[in-house]
């Protein structure tokens, strides 16, 4: 027995589907804004701590591997493409080709999220471990703790952001492979699409802090 | 002046009048890639504190690309580009005040004693 094709049901506040997802789109912003307000309180900390010890960052960014930093920039900029253009085929109706670049998105998340874990356990292997865990010896200590900390809490919340964003990939590629989006019709698409490319905002700018502050 | 709810345009119902098309999206990508490229290169060209100034404007430029092409910020309706522009505002503001403290204190060894002075 096959389902029956999802009709998309309007909310009994909306008199269309149209405005419906009008007022999804600018719920998305709204949430798209507050996660940037998240991210806002630990860069604050970041800048303050990088103005006290600007000697001791330098020193401890260097020890950043540059090169999985920055295939895993190339890497998110990329998959910001293959989603862009993912729901560029739904608008022409084209639901293999959807189907195809959001594997695409999510295979090169996946890759991203596994450089990360290498380059996580590269650290560790030498000590270079958040707060107290800290035991590297071959940088001035304090200013260094401080940068390492930072640099876990930020690539760590950015690197859960993209687990939960490869979560709702999967998600939209099932509904994408069964016929859920049409041309006409296809929100959860569109919102998906402008959360991943947040996580990408995200990056662009950590990527420089992170790992060229030398 | 609000508009009556009935009013909003069929290009304010769809976002999809200002989608840039296949190959626009591809053209910004690219311009994605060769401003990540040309940091790269400005971190090694560029020492000391202008280092970062050029390597956090080229990611500024890297993020209006991608919020006014991929998440369709230009031409879409302006209540979403005020609703995130509120929020850079006061991640702005609240990175400048943070700066403008730690950055006029007297002594900076005050601040190490300040923070507890973990070895």
């Given at each position: 027995?096959?389902?029956?094709?999802?009709?998309?049901?309007?909310?009994?506040?909306?008199?269309?589907?149209?405005?419906?997802?009008?007022?999804?789109?600018?719920?998305?912003?709204?949430?798209?804004?507050?996660?940037?307000?998240?991210?806002?309180?630990?860069?604050?900390?970041?800048?303050?701590?990088?103005?006290?010890?600007?000697?001791?960052?330098?020193?401890?960014?260097?020890?950043?591997?540059?090169?999985?930093?920055?295939?895993?920039?190339?890497?998110?900029?990329?998959?910001?493409l293959?989603?862009?253009?993912?729901?560029?085929?739904?608008?022409?109706?084209?639901?293999?080709?959807?189907?195809?670049?959001?594997?695409?998105?999510?295979?090169?998340?996946?890759?991203?999220?596994?450089?990360?874990?290498?380059?996580?356990?590269?650290?560790?292997?030498?000590?270079?471990?958040?707060?107290?865990?800290?035991?590297?010896?071959?940088?001035?200590?304090?200013?260094?703790?401080?940068?390492?900390?930072?640099?876990?809490?930020?690539?760590?919340?950015?690197?859960?952001?993209?687990?939960?964003?490869?979560?709702?990939?999967?998600?939209?590629?099932?509904?994408?492979?069964?016929?859920?989006?049409?041309?006409?019709?296809?929100?959860?698409?569109?919102?998906?699409?402008?959360?991943?490319?947040?996580?990408?905002?995200?990056?662009?700018?950590?990527?420089?802090?992170?790992?060229?502050?030398? | 002046?609000?508009?009556?709810?009935?009013?909003?345009?069929?290009?304010?119902?769809?976002?999809?009048?200002?989608?840039?098309?296949a190959l626009g999206y591809v053209l910004v990508w690219l311009?994605?890639?060769?401003?990540?490229?040309?940091?790269?290169?400005?971190?090694?060209?560029?020492?000391?504190?202008?280092?970062?100034?050029?390597?956090?404007?080229?990611?500024?430029?890297?993020?209006?690309?991608?919020?006014?092409?991929?998440?369709?910020?230009?031409?879409?309706?302006?209540?979403?580009?005020?609703?995130?522009?509120?929020?850079?505002?006061?991640?702005?503001?609240?990175?400048?005040?943070?700066?403008?403290?730690?950055?006029?204190?007297?002594?900076?060894?005050?601040?190490?004693?300040?923070?507890?002075?973990?070895?």
């Amino acid at each position: 027995m096959t389902a029956p094709a999802r009709v998309p049901a309007v909310q009994i506040q909306y008199d269309s589907l149209e405005r419906q997802h009008v007022t999804a789109r600018l719920g998305m912003w709204v949430f798209l804004s507050s996660e940037s307000l998240l991210f806002a309180g630990l860069l604050a900390l970041y800048a303050a701590y990088r103005l006290a010890y600007p000697v001791e960052f330098h020193a401890a960014s260097t020890h950043a591997n540059l090169v999985i930093g920055t295939v895993n920039t190339y890497i998110l900029l990329t998959s910001s493409l293959t989603m862009a253009l993912a729901i560029h085929a739904t608008r022409r109706g084209r639901r293999r080709d959807t189907v195809l670049l959001l594997v695409a998105t999510m295979a090169m998340g996946l890759t991203f999220d596994v450089l990360k874990a290498v380059e996580y356990a590269e650290h560790l292997a030498e000590g270079i471990a958040p707060g107290g865990y800290y035991t590297y010896e071959g940088l001035a200590a304090h200013g260094a703790v401080l940068y390492v900390t930072l640099y876990y809490l930020l690539t760590g919340l950015h690197a859960l952001h993209v687990t939960g964003g490869l979560v709702m990939l999967a998600w939209l590629t099932v509904r994408a492979h069964r016929g859920d989006f049409t041309p006409g019709s296809h929100i959860a698409l569109e919102l998906g699409g402008l959360y991943w490319h947040l996580v990408d905002l995200v990056w662009i700018f950590l990527w420089p802090l992170l790992y060229l502050i030398g | 002046m609000a508009r009556p709810n009935d009013e909003l345009s069929d290009d304010e119902l769809s976002s999809d009048e200002h989608a840039p098309g296949a190959l626009g999206y591809v053209l910004v990508w690219l311009a994605l890639i060769v401003l990540a490229t040309l940091t790269l290169f400005a971190s090694r060209a560029v020492t000391g504190g202008w280092g970062l100034v050029v390597a956090l404007a080229i990611a500024g430029a890297k993020a209006l690309l991608v919020l006014a092409f991929f998440m369709h910020l230009a031409g879409g309706r302006p209540v979403h580009r005020l609703t995130f522009a509120a929020a850079m505002a006061f991640l702005v503001l609240l990175i400048l005040g943070i700066l403008a403290d730690v950055g006029t204190r007297s002594i900076a060894s005050s601040y190490v004693d300040d923070m507890g002075g973990r070895p």
